[in-house]
């Protein structure tokens, strides 16, 4: 059974960092993650995707210079690390995978979500 389990979630101020990270178990290593988001009345964005081998690795335009997407295979953890936190960044980030690699990144692609996580950056 796939699991993701996000955590790293939380409060930030304008221009904090804040780190997420996503536990997969169940899951093979050759899978490609992402970070998505979804606030209130926003579409679905996926803000980071790295690909299974590391070597190719997609930023939405919203987030690129201030968020960095890493994984360690070895313990089956994605990260995203996001610094110069803005207001606009606050809404729920969900952790996916899937075996398909599509740019930009397609939601209906991603085969296995977790739960999400919240944050909300204050002003």
């Known amino acids: 059974q796939v699991q993701l389990v996000e955590s790293g979630g939380g409060f930030a101020q304008a221009g904090g960092s804040l780190r997420l990270s996503c536990a997969a178990s169940g899951l093979s290593e050759m899978y490609n993650m992402a970070w998505f988001r979804r606030a209130p009345g926003v579409e679905r964005e996926c803000v980071a995707r790295i690909s299974w081998d590391d070597t190719r690795i997609y930023y939405a335009d919203s987030v690129k210079g201030r968020f960095i997407i890493s994984r360690e295979n070895g313990k089956n953890t994605v990260y995203l690390q996001m610094a110069s936190l803005k207001p606009e960044d606050t809404s729920d980030y969900y952790c996916?995978?899937?075996?398909?690699?599509?740019?930009?990144?397609?939601?209906?692609?991603?085969?296995?979500w977790g739960q999400g996580i919240q944050v909300t950056v204050s002003s």
């Open positions: 996916a995978a899937t075996r398909i690699y599509t740019s930009p990144p397609d939601p209906r692609d991603f085969s296995f």
